[in-house]
């Protein structure tokens, strides 16, 4: 069973920049393809972006393509989000996620307890 631990998390101004952690313990981490998810106060669950395992392929929601670049280093097992230009409606608590191949699917099944991310105008 993996464990996720996010941070990195904090209060920041708009236009400001945070990089985000992942660290995992308990699978060969490795192996499978891992992903980010926000959540606003009263929102669902929203997909931010995903890597595959061996961080060649990576995919992003519209809403942060271009200033959301996600990142993996397998021999920390340790996934990273740097988020730059961020906005107010970035504000959010942020998730990761392991998937459940090698690829990026929409499936998960290991997640983290999350880190708030919060942008002052």
């Known amino acids: 069973q993996v464990q996720l631990v996010e941070s990195g998390g904090g209060l920041v101004q708009a236009g400001g920049s945070l990089r985000l952690s992942c660290a995992a313990s308990g699978r060969t981490l490795s192996r499978y393809a891992m992903g980010w998810f926000r959540q606003a106060p009263g929102k669902e669950r929203d997909f931010v972006g995903a890597i595959n395992w061996s961080g060649g392929s990576t995919y992003y929601a519209d809403s942060v393509k271009g200033r959301f670049t996600i990142s993996r280093d397998n021999v920390k097992s340790t996934m990273y989000l740097q988020m730059n230009s961020l906005q107010p409606e970035d504000t959010a608590v942020y998730y990761c996620?392991?998937?459940?191949?090698?690829?990026?699917?929409?499936?998960?099944?290991?997640w983290g307890q999350g880190t708030q991310v919060t942008v002052s105008s």
């Open positions: 996620a392991a998937g459940r191949s090698s690829v990026v699917t929409d499936e998960y099944d290991a």
